[in-house]
């Protein structure tokens, strides 16, 4: 990786990492390159589009904002994503 590079290492469970980053070919193929590591291992790597990346945070921004349960980004979530009103006035649960 060259210093023109844009880099984001996370450290994850069990001393692992993950490395967010964009070089400038990645920038030519409008992608955002994603590796996790085991140690120094490298176990996986995708090349994730810039939009579908984007979308990824919109989303979650949008299940935290709005308080929607979701299984892996808000699992104590108040609202119902199926039930959510855009207008935020009522929020329904579903029928048990």
Same mark, same amino acid.
């Not at 023109?4 to 994850?12: G, Q, R, S, T, Y």
């Given at each position: 990786?060259?210093?023109?590079?844009?880099?984001?290492?996370?450290?994850?469970?069990?001393?692992?990492?993950?490395?967010?980053?964009?070089?400038?070919?990645? =920038?030519?193929?409008?992608?955002?390159?994603?590796?996790? !590591?085991?140690?120094?291992?490298?176990?996986?790597?995708?090349?994730?589009?810039?939009?579908? !990346?984007?979308?990824?945070?919109?989303?979650?921004?949008?299940?935290?904002?709005?308080? $929607? =349960?979701?299984? !892996? $980004?808000?699992?104590?979530?108040?609202?119902?994503?199926?039930?959510?009103?855009?207008?935020?006035? =009522?929020?329904?649960?579903?029928?048990?």
């Amino acid at each position: 990786m060259n210093n023109n590079d844009m880099n984001i290492e996370i450290a994850i469970n069990n001393k692992n990492k993950m490395i967010i980053s964009q070089s400038e070919a990645d =920038k030519i193929r409008d992608g955002i390159k994603v590796e996790r !590591f085991c140690g120094d291992e490298l176990i996986d790597h995708q090349l994730i589009s810039t939009a579908e !990346f984007v979308m990824l945070i919109n989303y979650y921004n949008y299940i935290k904002d709005n308080d $929607i =349960k979701q299984d !892996f $980004i808000n699992p104590n979530g108040y609202n119902y994503e199926e039930y959510y009103e855009d207008d935020k006035e =009522k929020y329904y649960e579903p029928e048990m």
